[in-house]
């Protein structure tokens, strides 16, 4: 990883070396069965034997899941900017007894062996990129001519309530909490396609196709308080809030998800987008 970042770069680093990563691998396995059902969209993409590269592969889940698929796992690469995500990652596949590789990088800059994978895929982690054409650029020397690109990333905030919701409900509880700014590094980042579209193109991907992609996703609805505890803005604002502060945050939003809660399970539609593209 290069040494010289932009302030952009600074605060992701910041963020998922320190709070959010923390958060996530906190509740690892509550993400683990909340986004599963995207795994196969994203292997199936896998042929036997291929070499993978896995952008922004937090704590792995998607990195074995292709692993599995390829049959080979010593093919396979995730690569994460964050260290307890990647040290996550690692005893995931350990505790598989899967060789799989994970890096400590910024894919937007490391150093990959050119033309060296056959497929690289990411599950909403392509959308934190301070100059995303500079990043597909690099990605895409490190694919093979013919090699394919996949990437699920959100759509807009509009087409996700849920997880828009919780900093709605709280921001006069929570007032400092950051504005989500359209095309800007972070989760909503890739919403427009007609943004994304020219970011593949001038990076040298082709016959790039984008199509949205409605996922139902579930998590225990004993499990929402402490979901809602750890991540998006709002989570990461009360890891280091008072716990009075605390308190009434979670007194407030707890009733605000009802409409998403069925039974003893909480259900939303992630509403995304996948995109695929081809290294001519």
């Not at 093979?144 to 997880?163: A, K, Q, S, T």
């Not at 396609?193 to 409605?214: C, E, F, K, N």
Request: proline share 8%.
């Amino acid at each position: 990883m290069v040494d010289t970042v932009t302030g952009i770069e600074k605060a992701q680093q910041s963020l998922w070396n320190g709070t959010g990563g923390q958060n996530w691998v906190t509740a690892q396995e509550l993400l683990d069965r909340m986004y599963r059902p995207f795994e196969p969209i994203l292997t199936d993409a896998v042929a036997p034997g291929a070499r993978i590269l896995d952008v922004g592969c937090g704590s792995g889940a998607t990195t074995v899941a292709a692993a599995r698929r390829t049959g080979e796992p010593e093919q396979c690469v995730g690569v994460d900017i964050s260290e307890p995500m990647i040290a996550a990652a690692r005893e995931r596949a350990g505790r598989q007894g899967l060789a799989v590789q994970f890096l400590r990088a910024d894919a937007a800059t490391y150093a990959f062996q050119p033309a060296s994978f056959d497929a690289i895929i990411s599950r909403f982690g392509v959308m934190f990129f301070d100059d995303p054409t500079a990043a597909f650029t690099n990605l895409r020397t490190a694919a093979r001519d013919g090699g394919i690109l996949r990437c699920i990333v959100w759509r807009g905030p509009e087409d996700n309530p849920f997880m828009t919701t919780a900093e709605r409900a709280v921001a006069h509880l929570l007032p400092d909490l950051p504005p989500r700014i359209p095309d800007a590094p972070g989760q909503f980042g890739f919403a427009d396609p007609d943004h994304v579209r020219p970011v593949l193109g001038d990076s040298g991907w082709t016959g790039i196709d984008i199509a949205p992609l409605d996922m139902p996703c579930a998590m225990p609805a004993s499990q929402l308080p402490r979901y809602l505890s750890l991540l998006g803005p709002v989570g990461r604002a009360l890891t280091v809030a008072a716990e009075a502060t605390r308190a009434r945050v979670l007194e407030t939003l707890v009733p605000a998800f009802r409409g998403y809660v069925h039974g003893d399970e909480v259900r939303y539609t992630a509403a995304c987008w996948l995109i695929n593209a081809h290294a001519a």
